[in-house]
């Protein structure tokens, strides 16, 4: 079973999401922000990087909301979450899903 540990108010919701589309249990563990919203020390000790979302599957730390989507859907042989590779559409979508973590995150907060 996935082990998910999530920081409140974070995009480890984007995962949450995912898992129950596919119909997948996990082990979710929750961390409070601290009083200036950042990730608690208790984070590192998971991930170097100490940010949430990073999952543990099948003995993978796997951290980063985007690759964990990937991950996932590749894992699972899901065809339903992004058009067929290739396609015009599949690149718009990757595009789409590139520009969530990187342009549009800094001016969204």
């Known amino acids: 079973m996935i082990t998910l540990h999530a920081l409140k108010f ?3 919701t984007r995962v949450l999401w995912l ?7 996990c082990q979710r563990i929750d961390y409070d ?8 020390e208790a984070l590192s000790k998971i991930h170097p990087l100490g940010k949430s979302p990073v ?14 989507l ?9 065809h339903g979450h ?16 590139d520009y969530v973590e990187s ?5 969204a907060i």
């Open 33 to 40: 922000r601290t009083d200036e919203f950042r990730a608690p």
């Open 82 to 97: 992004r058009p067929d590779r290739g396609t015009a559409d599949y690149w718009r979508h990757e595009a789409l899903f």
């Open 10 to 12: 974070s995009r480890a």
């Open 70 to 78: 990937r991950y996932l859907v590749a894992k699972h042989g899901d």
């Open 55 to 68: 999952i543990e599957d099948d003995g993978e730390m796997i951290a980063e909301s985007s690759t964990i």
């Open 103 to 107: 342009s549009f995150a800094p001016v």
């Open 19 to 25: 898992l129950e589309d596919l119909g997948q249990p």
